[in-house]
């Protein structure tokens, strides 16, 4: 369910004796029952968790359950640092747990992080893990020292945002630009195909920014640009020409420069999608003494559809009257479809807002409360920054920094990970769902040293897992006149990973009917798909009953409802005629007896 393309930059590439052949790794991936019986009882629950694959840290939550439409836009924790809107919250955060591959168990006391007994009732689990035993692997030496990850974009997706990808593709930005694909001989540079990227005149590729890919025509993709002379901003649009000089496309925008507006320009953000709009914005981090912060909704002609204002979460007036920076991003950021939807992170390097938007809930209600996801500030020492009883300014969000963070990621179920350079011999910190700091992680071997990004693979793919830059792995340190190279010179590298969500309630049905259960629904991938403008859903269910099927888009918001009512056990159809809709991805979702199943669905016009 989510996106594989890497754009990197590229300058050179290394020879490694550390990998050879196909690159294959073995998944780590979690075993846990969907559906957890407990009795809210004072007793113990004792949850067995199956690992393959690889050894695992992993870490067990447990949030409330479908309130998420009634948590106001609210702020809460030290300082008031956190922030939430309309997002089911966390009530129990487990320590560490070291898992070998194997059977395992997890056990939660039955109480809430404060001590509380937790009510009976249904709520949500998740599990995170990654593997935190073994050496990381190495997958490509194809990555330029001084940008790293975070000039990174994945795509997960087909062509038209349809079924997962089998086989990654990475578009590395620069000049020349190339493309690999996951699973070749990342050593084998001739399976590299190129293409020469030269910029408008003045204008320059921005410092850290993720490309996007067109998510319907993977020929073409966009890019963040400007030009600081004449303090002007735009994104650009290319063609991939293979073994050519990438051609800049002119009927996009004003005369080729989209998003096209006057602002000083420096460090700006890149560019997303979730195939109805793109999304970019502006940091205005060292060079504007106003409040000023904006992300753009685009339209794919290049005009600027709406501009929201971030300046609430983005600019901070009382620090700058204290010395820091009025502005602090955003200077970079990613996007993934994930179970709950389209979502977007929001992260600057100098700065330690931490923030996940929907902006697709925004355009469909016109109120920024649908926009905030979540917000992390200072407050749970992790990513934040400026804690420090020597700093001075204590609390303060803006730069100057204790530890950079140049990147944020989330997976299908909105973990973000945080690259952490200069805070020693740590890798990334880790934020549940709604924001809630989990720690700081390590990886293997971690020694410090300038961690450019890491990013997430999560689309059931046979490359699902992290992915860091050579920085992550420890590859550079600091000697007097800058960095320098030092074990791994250049590389990418993969250490296994995998989340999973599930709910633990005093009603669920186990024992006789638990074998039922599982097939309660089944419902297949609609057909045609992409489709314009009708598509098929094929799907049965076990037991007659009351049974729905629904429409929603990637906000998370019911959009139309073509069954509502009582049906007979066995197999049925029904036909949706998005006629009346716009281009995009829909999920479609049957519930029937207490259970339901969801597929993705593409509408393309």
């Not at 905030?372 to 100057?400: H, K, R």
């Amino acid at each position: 369910m989510k996106k594989i393309v890497l754009m990197f930059v590229i300058l050179a590439f290394a020879s490694s004796t550390a990998f050879s052949g196909t690159f294959a790794p073995k998944l780590l991936k979690l075993g846990v029952d969907p559906e957890i019986a407990y009795d809210f009882d004072g007793t113990p629950l004792d949850i067995q968790v199956n690992v393959s694959g690889t050894d695992a840290e992993l870490y067990f939550m447990v949030f409330t359950k479908g309130i998420a439409s009634t948590v106001p836009n609210m702020r809460n924790g030290y300082l008031g640092w956190h922030h939430v809107s309309k997002i089911d919250t966390c009530m129990y955060l487990s320590p560490q747990n070291i898992f070998p591959v194997g059977d395992n168990t997890v056990t939660w006391s039955g109480l809430d992080d404060d001590g509380g007994t937790v009510p009976a009732g249904e709520y949500t689990y998740y599990m995170w893990a990654f593997d935190s035993i073994n050496p990381k692997t190495k997958c490509a030496p194809f990555m330029k020292h001084d940008n790293g990850c975070r000039t990174a974009e994945f795509i997960e997706l087909e062509e038209g945002l349809g079924a997962p990808l089998n086989n990654p593709i990475w578009l590395m930005q620069e000049s020349p630009c190339a493309r690999w694909t996951f699973g070749d001989d990342p050593l084998d540079v001739t399976l590299l195909v190129t293409t020469e990227l030269n910029y408008p005149e003045g204008y320059t590729r921005a410092w850290g920014a993720e490309p996007q890919e067109d998510p319907y025509d993977y020929d073409y993709f966009y890019l963040r640009s400007g030009n600081a002379t004449t303090e002007t901003q735009c994104i650009l649009k290319y063609k991939f020409v293979p073994g050519g000089e990438a051609v800049m496309q002119t009927d996009f925008g004003e005369d080729g420069y989209g998003m096209l507006h006057n602002d000083p320009y420096k460090w700006e953000p890149g560019v997303a999608s979730d195939g109805n709009y793109l999304y970019s914005g502006e940091q205005n981090l060292t060079s504007d003494a106003e409040p000023n912060a904006d992300f753009f909704v685009v339209d794919f002609d290049g005009s600027i559809y709406e501009n929201i204002d971030l300046r609430p979460m983005w600019s901070n007036p009382e620090e700058a009257a204290l010395g820091k920076n009025m502005n602090m991003g955003p200077d970079n950021l990613s996007d993934r479809m994930t179970n709950v939807g389209f979502r977007m992170t929001l992260n600057c390097h100098g700065s330690c807002v931490k923030q996940v938007v929907n902006p697709a809930g925004y355009l469909e209600s016109g109120d920024m409360d649908d926009f905030w996801y979540y917000t992390n500030l200072n407050g749970d020492y992790v990513l934040d920054q400026n804690f420090d009883e020597t700093n001075s300014i204590p609390w303060a969000c803006g730069t100057p920094m204790t530890a950079y963070q140049y990147s944020l990621d989330i997976d299908d179920n909105v973990f973000a990970i945080g690259s952490a350079y200069d805070h020693g011999a740590v890798s990334f910190g880790l934020i549940g769902p709604d924001g809630t700091g989990i720690g700081w992680m390590s990886f293997n071997g971690e020694t410090g040293g300038w961690k450019k990004g890491t990013k997430y693979i999560d689309s059931d793919t046979p490359f699902d897992g992290i992915y860091c830059d050579n920085e992550s792995a420890g590859g550079t340190h600091y000697q007097e006149g800058g960095w320098q190279p030092s074990e791994f010179t250049e590389g990418f590298f993969w250490v296994g990973h995998d989340s999973i969500k599930g709910v633990i309630s005093n009603v669920v049905g186990v024992a006789d009917d638990a074998p039922e259960a599982v097939d309660v629904i089944t419902l297949a991938q609609n057909a045609p798909n992409p489709f314009n403008p009708t598509t098929t859903i094929n799907y049965s269910i076990a037991k007659a009953g009351n049974t729905t099927v629904e429409v929603y888009n990637v906000a998370g918001q019911k959009v139309d409802t073509m069954i509502n009512e009582y049906m007979d056990s066995g197999s049925h159809s029904a036909v949706w005629d998005a006629s009346e809709f716009s281009a995009g991805v829909y999920f479609c979702t049957v519930k029937s007896n207490g259970h339901s199943k969801t597929i993705k669905m593409t509408l393309v016009k």
